[in-house]
């Protein structure tokens, strides 16, 4: 079955320690997110590819990196942790058709503790 | 500034009976309007869609119903079962843009 996929499901990390989350798709989509949820909140688009082109939302911090080397894989790169970055991370996909965004796919999260 | 609102944050309905969730939104410039649905520990899954050229659409139990004069919309859901329990995500987006989600409505479906 095409779908999304993001390892680890969950991933503890120490306060200032980098930590990647990682994200591979099946479906051939050229465009990729990284959204960020917390607590009964709505998901919060972080950054998305479109193929190589690597769109950054206005705010979101600097400690947030991201990677796209091939298209079935985009990378979420965490430099400096704070306590405030525990949240479920989301990968989604999509296709882009007429400068229209189609509907997204979601992986599962990944579940960041921050000690 | 949410551009996308789900004022219930949650909602308890009876199996078999009907529930409605209810999405408003502020910018007239969106045109798509999307539901999902979200188990815990899963990412949210599509449910069903909806066009501004459209007031409504169905699909199987599941009836999306959207009032542009009125910058609403709302899924339907005949007849509620218990497998329907999970957090409903409301989102939209106009042509070019990406999606805007709401803060999600949780539903339960009791016996």
């Known amino acids: 079955d095409a779908m999304v996929i993001q390892n680890p499901r969950y991933q503890v990390t120490q306060f200032g320690k980098p930590v990647t989350l990682s994200c591979s798709q099946t479906?051939?989509?050229?465009?990729m997110y990284w959204y960020q949820q917390k607590s009964s909140q709505a998901p919060k688009l972080l950054f998305h590819?479109?193929?190589?082109?690597?769109?950054n939302e206005a705010d979101t911090p600097d400690n947030f990196q991201s990677r796209r080397p091939n298209t079935s894989f985009c990378f979420l790169d965490i430099r400096s942790p704070g306590l405030g970055d525990a949240a479920m991370y989301l990968c989604?996909?999509?296709?882009?058709?007429?400068?229209?965004?189609?509907?997204?796919?979601f992986g599962p999260g990944t579940r960041l503790t921050v000690l | 500034d949410q551009q996308v609102k789900q004022n219930s944050p949650s909602l308890s309905v009876q199996e078999g009976r009907i529930s409605i969730l209810n999405c408003d939104y502020t910018?007239?410039?969106?045109?798509?309007f999307l539901w999902y649905k979200k188990y815990p520990a899963e990412g949210p899954t599509f449910l069903i869609s909806?066009?501004?050229?459209?007031d409504k659409n169905e699909d199987g139990r599941f009836t999306v119903f959207l009032n542009k004069s009125a910058k609403h919309l709302s899924l339907h859901i005949v007849p509620s079962q218990p497998g329907d329990s999970a957090v409903y995500f409301c989102?939209?987006?106009?042509?070019?843009?990406?999606?805007?989600f709401g803060t999600g409505t949780r539903l339960q479906v009791f016996p």
């Open positions: 910018n007239s410039m969106f045109d798509y």
């Open positions: 590819y479109y193929d190589k082109d690597f769109n």
């Open positions: 479906l051939n989509h050229n465009v």
């Open positions: 989102a939209a987006s106009g042509y070019t843009d990406k999606l805007i």
């Open positions: 989604a996909t999509s296709t882009m058709t007429s400068g229209r965004y189609n509907e997204q796919f």
């Open positions: 909806i066009s501004s050229i459209k």
